[in-house]
């Protein structure tokens, strides 16, 4: 086990009136597993990921990673969990525009204790050829695929991805979801994916299903299915 939530909950107070995001989720999860957590909007699916990630503190309950209760971390080292352990794709790609491919992965590599070598990941993304390249002068599946390098440069236990292929085609989304499989693979690494697209669960060696702040059910699958065959 890698990562355990107990009784976590999520509370926001918006004055007069509170929003429970997130409801006495329980969850466990094991090193080189690709998860998805599945829901609609509002379900908490980002809610969890941004807990999960040490993006967001918990109202309650407690979060564990690696024997480590990082629920208890004051913001330094919190930070420094999210630097040295975690690697975050969004929907939406957050690269700066004056920097070159490569120099928008360089960021995160000065920053990482135990890097990656950058033009490998390039390789491993598809893009090397492309790494002088600025973000203007890439499709966006070729930025989504830069994001991914960047998070992936850090070479950390565990990437957390919101929503990575939301804003893209059917195809570059396959692309993507096949290089965060052989990230997985290759390194031996956790992926947790957050989508409110069902196809994409098939992948999955387990899914969570979240409904109104509530972990709902949790299914392991048995049978993934290839990336190829998923419909999307």
């Given at each position: 086990m890698?990562?355990?939530?107990?009784?976590?909950?999520?509370?926001y107070?918006?004055?007069?009136?509170?929003?429970?995001?997130?409801?006495?989720?329980?969850?466990?999860?094991?090193?080189?597993?690709?998860?998805v957590?599945?829901?609609p909007?509002?379900?908490?699916?980002?809610t969890?990921?941004?807990?999960i990630?040490?993006?967001?503190k918990?109202?309650?309950?407690?979060?564990?990673?690696?024997?480590?209760?990082?629920s208890?971390?004051?913001?330094?080292n919190?930070?420094?969990?999210?630097?040295n352990?975690?690697?975050?794709?969004?929907?939406?790609?957050?690269?700066?525009?004056?920097?070159?491919?490569?120099?928008?992965?360089?960021?995160?590599?000065?920053?990482?204790?135990?890097p990656?070598?950058?033009?490998?990941?390039?390789?491993?993304?598809?893009?090397?050829?492309?790494?002088?390249?600025?973000?203007?002068?890439?499709?966006?599946?070729?930025q989504?695929?830069?994001?991914?390098?960047?998070?992936?440069?850090?070479?950390?236990?565990?990437?957390?991805?919101?929503?990575?292929?939301?804003?893209?085609?059917?195809?570059?989304?396959?692309?993507?979801?096949?290089?965060l499989?052989?990230?997985?693979?290759?390194?031996?690494?956790?992926?947790?994916?957050?989508?409110?697209?069902?196809?994409?669960?098939?992948?999955?060696?387990?899914?969570?299903?979240?409904?109104?702040?509530?972990?709902?059910?949790?299914?392991?699958?048995?049978n993934?299915i290839?990336i190829?065959?998923?419909?999307?």
């Amino acid at each position: 086990m890698l990562i355990k939530g107990e009784k976590i909950s999520k509370i926001y107070d918006m004055g007069e009136v509170k929003v429970n995001a997130l409801l006495d989720a329980d969850f466990e999860i094991d090193k080189e597993e690709f998860l998805v957590i599945l829901g609609p909007s509002g379900s908490g699916k980002s809610t969890l990921l941004n807990i999960i990630g040490g993006m967001d503190k918990l109202s309650s309950g407690t979060l564990i990673y690696n024997n480590q209760i990082i629920s208890k971390l004051d913001s330094k080292n919190l930070t420094l969990y999210r630097r040295n352990n975690i690697g975050f794709v969004f929907q939406f790609y957050n690269l700066m525009p004056n920097l070159t491919a490569y120099e928008n992965i360089e960021l995160a590599h000065q920053i990482a204790t135990n890097p990656l070598d950058i033009d490998e990941v390039l390789k491993d993304v598809g893009l090397y050829e492309r790494k002088n390249h600025f973000p203007s002068q890439l499709s966006g599946g070729e930025q989504q695929r830069i994001a991914l390098a960047r998070a992936l440069v850090k070479n950390p236990d565990v990437l957390l991805c919101d929503e990575p292929t939301g804003a893209l085609d059917s195809k570059t989304s396959k692309e993507v979801l096949k290089i965060l499989y052989k990230f997985l693979k290759k390194y031996k690494k956790t992926v947790i994916i957050i989508t409110h697209n069902s196809e994409i669960s098939k992948i999955a060696n387990r899914v969570f299903y979240l409904k109104d702040g509530r972990i709902e059910n949790i299914v392991n699958n048995k049978n993934p299915i290839s990336i190829d065959e998923v419909v999307l």
